[in-house]
């Protein structure tokens, strides 16, 4: 079994600046989630809720070798390896901020649209669809890649599929909206998660 809370300083520092970085993009995304634009229309579905819960419980999975008695690592990186995963959270975080503030008050948590609501296709958006998604789900596959543990990677599975689906709900829901002509050029050119697929 790994260390217990009390035993925080066990982790090396590479893992401790990785949730730290996470600790600090959670805080700062839940204070700008104030920013946004007056909602016209919000989707009412299920899937939402279902998304939401699967991505809420791979991140604890993703973190659930820091838990008291969590799972051992399988592998234990060398400082190296732990810097860089460091270095592409920071960057996973660093394109997703740079989304949301190039989206603007067009962002939602929900499925939603706003008022003046209308294609993004350009910045971070010229390169995928969603790259709030793409930018979290980059930070998480560095951390579970660092921590090393078999439930870091099932809690990215779930992590990946929980956006997936919001991701074809949200542009389900948007073709209905905006009209499926624009959206569909616009899927046609830009990848969803990854750029070109």
Same mark, same amino acid.
Request: charged residues 10%.
């Given at each position: 079994m790994g260390p217990g809370y009390a035993d925080y300083a066990f982790y090396s520092a590479p893992v401790r600046a990785i949730v730290? @970085?996470?600790g600090a993009w959670l805080l700062s995304w839940l204070i700008a989630a104030v920013w946004? $634009?007056?909602t016209a229309i919000q989707l009412a579905s299920g899937w939402q809720f279902l998304c939401r819960l699967m991505v809420v419980v791979g991140m604890? #999975? !993703? =973190? #659930?070798? #820091? *838990? &008291?008695?969590? &799972?051992q690592a399988l592998w234990t990186s060398p400082p190296a390896l732990g810097w860089? /995963?460091? *270095?592409?959270v920071v960057a996973g975080f660093a394109f997703c901020w740079w989304a949301r503030l190039y989206i603007g008050r067009l962002w939602s948590s929900s499925i939603t649209l706003k008022e003046d609501h209308r294609v993004v296709d350009t910045g971070p958006y010229a390169l995928v669809r969603h790259p709030i998604y793409t930018g979290i789900l980059v930070a998480a596959a560095a951390t579970a890649i660092e !921590? $090393?543990? *078999?439930?870091? =990677?099932?809690? #990215?599975?779930? /992590? @990946? !599929?929980g956006y997936w689906i919001k991701a074809r709900l949200e542009e389900s829901f948007l073709r209905g909206e905006l009209g499926a002509e624009s959206y569909d050029a616009y899927a046609r050119r830009t990848g969803m998660l990854l750029p070109f697929l």
């Open positions: 730290t @970085i996470w946004t $634009g007056r604890g #999975l !993703l =973190f #659930l070798r #820091l *838990a &008291p008695r969590g &799972p860089l /995963m460091v *270095a592409v !921590l $090393g543990a *078999a439930e870091s =990677f099932v809690g #990215l599975g779930l /992590m @990946i !599929l």
